[in-house]
């Protein structure tokens, strides 16, 4: 009787254990990239991203990715409770960027024009963690 609650008791333990696992997996900071496309020609100083991000807390962690060397970067304001000036923050490769955000607003990343005059355009990638995405 006592060993089949001792076996009980494992089981559950062992399950239990799996539970938290699996949430504390789940749940960490998926990072995501996302492609820009400065067009051929463009005069625009900044080129934004299409698809818009939402901070899961009060930080944004962006990567410069393929394709982005050094430059400046910046949040769009979408969605915002409290109108707020995000200024551009200058990135370069294997350097994190944080910058404060409104926890729960949208944004969209803009990279500064590369002035690009190849007469092709030019896809730059930025990764991002800790944030909701979605299509404009």
Do not use: H
């Not at 008791?9 to 496309?37: D, P, Q």
């Amino acid at each position: 009787m006592k060993n089949k609650k001792f076996q009980l008791i494992i089981v559950v333990i062992v399950l239990l254990s799996a539970m938290i696992t699996i949430i504390f997996c789940c749940n960490r900071g998926r990072k995501y990239t996302i492609s820009i496309t400065i067009p051929a020609g463009s005069t625009e100083a900044f080129i934004y991203s299409d698809e818009e991000i939402s901070p899961k807390g009060n930080t944004i962690t962006l990567y410069a990715g393929e394709g982005m060397g050094d430059g400046e970067i910046v949040l769009k304001p979408i969605e915002v409770k409290e109108e707020n000036a995000y200024e551009s923050t200058y990135i370069t490769p294997g350097m994190p960027v944080k910058m404060s955000v409104e926890k729960g607003a949208w944004f969209k990343i803009g990279v500064n024009n590369l002035q690009n005059s190849s007469g092709e355009d030019i896809i730059v990638y930025i990764t991002v963690s800790d944030v909701d995405i979605r299509i404009e």
